[in-house]
């Protein structure tokens, strides 16, 4: 049995060195799998590159993360790069076809009161109406798909309603509301979700 296993484990070595596989050193902890017996521990989980691709990225890493209810450790391959911070937000284009976009930026943007030279005020400006757009993002654009929801009941109710009466003038009119509505609603929709995507 011994034997079996070393056989198999200079096969494994072999097909490392003939595709020049290289394992990274790994960072984070020595060992990646735990007994939980604080005894018996090893490196089984690795990865193995090839050598054009640690050339291509020669900061790359391997970090063993604190494992979880299995034994063995995951393991992160990352390129080391320098942390610019968070992520900027981006604009949406599908914002600027919601009417009360525009207006709020405008309203926003004079809103703010800063002294100093043009490129300075720009910038802070930009900075301070970044938290407000956020919000705005998550009133106006977030809950689309459940706007979309009401205005499709609304319509299905409507719907309905014909079919078994003649409707009022009002309703007729909120049914072209709602359907012009319903179009516009699904373009933004369905432009976000291509953007996001």
């Known amino acids: 049995m011994v034997g079996t296993f070393v056989e198999d484990y200079s096969h494994f070595n072999q097909f490392i060195d003939s595709n020049i596989l290289l394992d990274l050193p790994l960072c ?40 979880g209810l299995s034994d063995h450790c995951p393991i992160l391959l990352s390129v080391d790069e320098v942390n610019w911070g968070p992520r900027p937000r981006r604009m949406l ?10 207006q709020f930026v405008r309203d926003n943007l004079q809103s703010f009161h800063i002294e100093g030279w043009g490129g300075n005020v720009l910038k802070e400006k930009l900075k301070l109406i970044k938290g407000n757009l956020n919000t705005w993002h998550q009133n106006h654009t977030q809950s689309i ?10 319509i299905a109710f409507l719907d309905a309603k014909g079919e ?17 509505n319903f179009h516009s609603l699904s373009r933004i929709n369905t432009s976000m979700q291509w953007q996001k995507s």
């Open 28 to 67: 984070g902890r020595n060992y990646t799998w735990f007994r939980g017996d604080g005894v018996s521990m090893s490196r089984l989980d690795r990865f193995l590159l090839l050598e054009d691709r640690c050339a291509c990225w020669p900061n790359l890493m391997q970090r063993a993360l604190n494992h």
């Open 93 to 102: 284009k599908c914002w600027g076809e919601l009417p009360s976009y525009k």
């Open 145 to 154: 798909e459940g706007h979309l929801s009401n205005v499709q009941d609304r």
């Open 164 to 180: 078994d009466d003649d409707l009022i003038q009002e309703e007729i009119e909120e049914l072209h509301s709602l359907s012009a």
